[in-house]
């Protein structure tokens, strides 16, 4: 796990987070549901990133004890780093997080029905 204020990105308002979680019920018992990652490895002096427009259009699970939301910004689910825009959004026990990335690239993911609009608040965490 990054050190707590090296990571910069999107928090999920309340709210949002409220209204994602019953639309998309986690499978999973550890629900995260909480972040957009833009970066690791941020230092104090790093800037916040701007507030995107942004929407949940696809989802990720792997079957086994993971699942993610994909999110678009600005047009793109592509993320600077070459990885995918996402919302890890339930884990199985021994799961972490990070692993959403490893998920995302090796079986890629689906599209929901219809692009569902979110705020996200830029934040450092």
């Known amino acids: 796990m990054a ?16 209204r994602l979680l019953e639309r998309f019920p986690p499978k999973y018992e550890n629900v995260v549901a909480d972040h957009v ?20 259009v696809g989802r990720a699970d792997d079957g086994k004890s ?20 996402h919302i890890t959004w339930s884990l199985g026990p021994g799961r972490k997080a990070r ?9 890629g993911w689906e599209p929901i029905g219809a692009p569902m609009p979110i705020e996200l608040e830029p934040a450092r965490f």
Do not use: F, I, M
């Open 99 to 107: 692993e959403s990335n490893d998920v995302l690239r090796d079986r």
């Open 66 to 85: 993971l699942e993610c939301l994909v999110a678009e910004l600005d047009g793109t689910t592509d993320r600077p780093d070459g990885s995918t825009y």
């Open 3 to 18: 050190r707590p204020g090296t990571v910069t990105g999107w928090k999920l308002p309340r709210d949002e987070r409220a």
């Open 37 to 56: 990652t833009l970066r690791v490895g941020a230092t104090p002096d790093t800037p916040l990133p701007r507030k995107p427009e942004a929407r949940v």
